[in-house]
C-alpha cells in the first residue's frame, strides 16, 4: 500500500503541473494515481475512477491493454532508444510503412498522397515541423514572401511558441503576445456563438467566405493554413458544420497555400473514423498525428507530409536544402512499438466499426442533457463532446470564467468517481475508444446529476 499522505506532501513540495494554479493545488488533496485498467484508474488509496478523458485525450484502447504492454516489453528486451539521426531503427521503419498506407488519401491513388513520416514526441513538435516545413518549401521552391500563416480563432495547436503563435485561445496565449509570429485568423467555425453573427445554415458558410477573402487579399504572403479538422478540440470541443472542412481544402488548392491539418486530438478513431480528414473525404498536405498514436502509453507524434513537398527538400548537400529539425527521441522504438500494436488493435478488434452503436448512444444520452436548465449547447462527434454552461439560455450569457462552473461540474463528477476536465465553462467528455456502453451511460449518468447538483 502507498502511504499517500507522505506521496501528497512530496507532490506539492517538488512538482511543478501543467496548466495549473500551483497556490490552489497546495490547498486541495490531489488525486494521485497508481495504476489503470481498461477506462478505469485507481489511486493511491485505492478508490476508482473512469477515465472519462482518456488521460488528457491520448487513451485508446484502455489501460493496461495485453498487446501493448506485450510489444513494449518485447521491444524494452531488444533496445529501448537509439536515434534516426544518421541510423534507423526497426520499428520506426515498421511503423512508417504502416501509418502512411492509413492516413487520408491512402489508396486514392496507387501510391499514398501522404508519404513522408518525420516523427517527433509530442503534438506541439508535430506542428513546429509542420510549421517550418510549410514555410522551407516555399522558399526552397523559389516562391518569395510566404513568410506567414492563417490559422483559426479558437484553435490550439500546442504550447510551444510556433504552435501558440498559430493558436488562438487568448486565456492561454495572450500573456506570450510579443514572443509570437504575427499570423492571418480566419473567424471560427463556432455556429452557437457565430463572430459573424449568423446562423446556420441559412449563413452559407460565411465563416469560408471569411477565409476566402483573407486568402485573396494575403495569399502570396501564406505558406499554409493550418486547422484542427472537424473538432477545435481545446478552444472548447466547437464541431465544425457540414462541408466546412472540405471548404478549406478547396480554398488552400485555389490560393496555392498547403493545407496542414492537426489531427493531434481527432485522430485514431476520435471522430468515428480513422482520421477526421476522412469525414469530408480531405486529403491535406501535411498532417500532424501525435495523442492517441501510441494508445496513449508513449510520447511519440509524427508529421507526414506529401511526396510533391518532401521532394522541395532534395538536392546536393551545399543547397542547403535539408531539413534542419530533429529531437533527441525523434522515432523512439518503443514508442513505435506501442503504436505498432495499437494499430494492430484496430485492425482485430474492428474498433472503428465496433464505435457506431456507442456514438449513437453517446448522442442520444447528450440530448437529454441538452435539455437541462443552464446546458447551452451540446455538441459532438464520435466519441468527443463538449457541453457548454451559460449562465442564461435564452441569451447565451455566458458565465463569467473566474466562476469555474466547468470545474465546480468536474469535481462532483470526482465525488461520484468520474475523472473529466472541463474547458473553461465547457464540460468535455473524451472516454477511450473502448469504453463499453454500460461504462458510457453510466458516465453520461453521472455528468447529468453532477450538472443539476452544482449549477
Ligand atoms: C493536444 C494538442 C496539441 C499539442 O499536443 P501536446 O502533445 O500536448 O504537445 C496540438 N494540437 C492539438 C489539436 C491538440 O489537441
Same mark, same amino acid.
Given at each position: 500500500m502507498h502511504d499517500a499522505g507522505n506521496l501528497e506532501d512530496s507532490d506539492k513540495k517538488h512538482i511543478w503541473h501543467p496548466f495549473t494554479q500551483m497556490k490552489e493545488w497546495a490547498e486541495e488533496h490531489p488525486i494521485i494515481i497508481a495504476e489503470g485498467e481498461g477506462c478505469f484508474l485507481t489511486d493511491v488509496s485505492g478508490r476508482r475512477y473512469l477515465d472519462g478523458v482518456s488521460s488528457l485525450w491520448v487513451n485508446i484502447h484502455g489501460h493496461r491493454k495485453q498487446e501493448i504492454n506485450e510489444a513494449v516489453r518485447s521491444q524494452l528486451d531488444k533496445i529501448a532508444h537509439t536515434t534516426l539521426l544518421g541510423l534507423s531503427n526497426v520499428p520506426a521503419i515498421q511503423l512508417a510503412e504502416r501509418l502512411v498506407k492509413l492516413l487520408p488519401g491512402a489508396g486514392l491513388l496507387p501510391d499514398p498522397v501522404l508519404s513522408r513520416v518525420f516523427y517527433s514526441d509530442n503534438g506541439s513538435t508535430a506542428v513546429e515541423v509542420a510549421l517550418k516545413m510549410a514555410f522551407q518549401y516555399w522558399r526552397q521552391k523559389g516562391v518569395e514572401g510566404k513568410h506567414s500563416f492563417l490559422s483559426l480563432n479558437n484553435?490550439?495547436? /500546442?504550447?510551444t511558441i510556433g504552435a501558440v503563435s498559430v493558436g488562438g485561445v487568448d486565456i492561454f496565449h495572450n500573456v506570450f503576445g510579443p514572443l509570437l509570429f504575427k499570423t492571418f485568423r480566419a473567424a471560427s467555425p463556432y455556429c452557437y456563438r457565430c463572430e459573424l453573427k449568423k446562423s446556420h445554415?441559412?449563413? /452559407?458558410?460565411a465563416c469560408l467566405q471569411n477565409m476566402e477573402s483573407l486568402l485573396s487579399s494575403h495569399h502570396q504572403e501564406i505558406a499554409a493554413v493550418i486547422i484542427e479538422p472537424l473538432v477545435q478540440a481545446a478552444g472548447g470541443m466547437i464541431v465544425s458544420p457540414p462541408g466546412y472542412l472540405r471548404g478549406v481544402r478547396e480554398l488552400a488548392t485555389k490560393y496555392n497555400v498547403l493545407l496542414i491539418a492537426d489531427e493531434v486530438a481527432t485522430g485514431f478513431g476520435r471522430t468515428g473514423a480513422m482520421f477526421a480528414c476522412g469525414h469530408e473525404a480531405v486529403v491535406p498536405d501535411i498532417i500532424c498525428i501525435s495523442k492517441g498514436l501510441t494508445g496513449g502509453y508513449l510520447p511519440l507524434a509524427a508529421t507526414v507530409a506529401s511526396e510533391e513537398i518532401y521532394a522541395a527538400f532534395l538536392g546536393d548537400f551545399r543547397d542547403l536544402k535539408t531539413f534542419f529539425h530533429g529531437h533527441s527521441y525523434t522515432g523512439n522504438p518503443l514508442g513505435c512499438a506501442a503504436a505498432l500494436a495499437c494499430l494492430d488493435i484496430f485492425e482485430h478488434e474492428r474498433v472503428i466499426e465496433g464505435m457506431a452503436p456507442k456514438i449513437e448512444l453517446f448522442g442520444k444520452e447528450l440530448q437529454a442533457i441538452a435539455?437541462?436548465?443552464?446546458?447551452?449547447d451540446v455538441r459532438h462527434r464520435g466519441l468527443m463532446a463538449g457541453i457548454e454552461l451559460v449562465r442564461d439560455k435564452e441569451t447565451r450569457e455566458p458565465y463569467a470564467w473566474e466562476e469555474k462552473r466547468g470545474w465546480q461540474v468536474a469535481l462532483k463528477a470526482r465525488e461520484k468517481g468520474l475523472l473529466i476536465r472541463p474547458l473553461g465553462n465547457v464540460i468535455v467528455l473524451m472516454p477511450p475508444l473502448s469504453i463499453t456502453a454500460e461504462e458510457l451511460a453510466w458516465m453520461l449518468g453521472v455528468v447529468r446529476e453532477s450538472i443539476r447538483e452544482v449549477i
Open positions: 484553435a490550439y495547436h /500546442g504550447d445554415p441559412d449563413c /452559407g458558410l435539455g437541462m436548465g443552464h446546458v447551452g
